[in-house]
């Protein structure tokens, strides 16, 4: 093992990597054989150097007290890069934010008006395999060459634009979004559907002054060091995307955060609607299929019509007259928002919306790989029922033993013991846990890095997860214990579909040091097309491992839910779908 990777990168080696690179550029404007000379990793290695900009990372410790400054920060970077905010307006932007679906709202959204023919541009977050999936055009990850033509222009021109003043380099996040907003003027989009990175009010993104419409999917609770520790604290960032006059759209949210959604809106005067239930749009017409998979996922395809539908409006009447808004038969603490029957342009949209690693479903032979990158309280709540519904609609198998693997990974100041206790009821046989690492050491897998963290940490992180599932697991025995070893009539029925023997001892659990350990160990050469090196020695010197081995072998079927962190999904999916990388 080594962790040379995760080692923070000095700003005397950026400069160097700079150096070195910019001597093969060709000219600021960044000519085709400039995109020939520097390659799309060279720049890819070169984004990740302002993950660890030192001199950033003070600034933002200073600045947290006034996190108005950051957006102000904000500002001056664009205008270095050579735009104004007023520039941005000519985008016709869609802002969204959001705890849960945010991004598949984004999705949704995005697919409906590319079927009407317009030219769409996509900017989300995080990626799960290459950077570049974070701009898309028409739905598609802007090309390799595109995205280091564009990188290389702006970072040219930041750094000439630099003084003692100010950072010479946005940070990471700050830099994509900027990279964004240039490449979508750039390209001439017909609208640009944006998510909020995080929070909203203080977000990089909120440089946007006049968006057509904007858009908050489910709350929860998350990133509580940054956004506060109670859900109305974090609406209240959320709501910070709102605009005087901009008509906004929120789905239905607990009495508290969406009092705080109303005041926030009604300081500046901004119209906020409340979405009603996609089953409203589907009186009288054919039930509407979405591409993605989970009862929760109807929520967010019914903002997602609500955002398309009011700026094809905005489009048809430029801003002219204001919504129609529906009359319910009970008080609504807002404003319904229209119903109305959805085109075959919005049908087809929502049907063939695709979106990796979010309720996504790969099956291989005798495996079936169940992603989705929950990584809330409530996200990992609808995972599971979702991943239970999939689980009672498969094919059962006619003989022998079925197997259910966790394969899971939490990061930040997210509550990894709570998020795991939601999962025990999918009655896992094995759990394993591994940094989000694709590999313990690679050289060529820069879109994946991050030099915020090191080795150890990430490691010692992972057996914490397993300390906490031992002792669910415990827990679990002892209740086992004293509960009745018999169903009364009528009782629910246990969610097992099919024998599996004895279920194993609270010793079930394993920790890998990267995804591609963990994927050789579950799939045992039987996914027909991730095909790996047999196992490093020793990798099975583990008792359990050992065991498992030998049941994951005879399994009939293998059904692998992995959650917890949409990194570690993008780094299984890097495994198990080569075609990404390319």
Known sequence: MTGARFLPVSWPMAEKLWWEVSMEWQSSSGGPSAVKTASFQDAVRMLNTLQTNASYLEQVKRERGDPQTQL??????????????????????IHVTGTKGKGSTCAFTEHILRNYGLKTGFFSSPHLVQVRERIRINGQPISPELFTKHFWRLYHQLENTKDGSCVSMPAYFRFLTLMAFHVFLQEKVDLAVVEVGIG????????????????????????TSLLGDTVEKIAWQKG???????????????????????????????????????EALEEGGQPLTLGLEGEHQRSNAALALQLAHCWLQWRDHQGVGKLKVSRPSVPWPLPL????????????????TEWPGRTQVLRRGPLTWYLDGAHTTSSVQACVRWF????????????????????????????SAALL?????????????????????????????????????????????????????????????????????????????????????????????????ALQWISQGRDPIFQPPSLPRGLLAHPTASNGASVLREATAIHVLVTGSLHLVGGVLKLLEPSLTQ
């Open 388 to 415: 239970r519904q999939s689980l009672q609609r498969s094919e059962r198998p006619s003989c022998g033993p079925e197997v259910r693997v966790l394969l899971f990974n939490s990061t930040g100041d997210r509550d």
């Open 200 to 223: 909203g009010a203080y977000d990089c993104t909120n440089i946007i002054r006049k968006p057509v419409v904007c858009g908050v999917s489910s709350l929860g609770i998350d990133h």
């Open 72 to 93: 102000e920060a904000m500002e001056v970077y664009l205008a270095r890069s050579g735009l104004q905010v007023e520039d941005l307006d000519q985008l016709n932007i």
């Open 240 to 278: 910070g995307i709102f605009k005087h006059g901009v008509p906004a759209f929120t789905v239905l949210q607990p009495e508290g955060p969406l009092a705080v959604l109303r005041d926030r809106a009604q300081q500046i005067s901004c119209p906020l609607y409340l979405c009603p239930p996609l």
């Open 337 to 352: 928002a229209p119903v109305f029957q959805p085109t075959s342009h919005m049908r087809h949209g929502l049907r063939d």
């Open 421 to 517: 206790k939601l999962l025990q009821p999918c009655q896992f046989d094995y759990a394993v846990f591994c940094p989000n690492l694709t590999e313990v050491a690679s050289t060529d897998n820069a879109d994946q890095q991050n030099f915020m963290v090191t080795l150890d940490q990430v490691l010692l992180r992972c057996l914490q997860h397993q300390q906490h599932w031992s002792c669910l697991d415990e827990e679990q025995a002892r209740r086992d214990l004293w509960r009745p070893s018999s169903l009364e009539p009528g009782g629910p029925a246990p969610l097992r579909l099919a024998p599996r023997g004895p279920r194993p001892c609270s010793s079930s659990s394993l920790v890998f040091s990267c995804i591609s350990h």
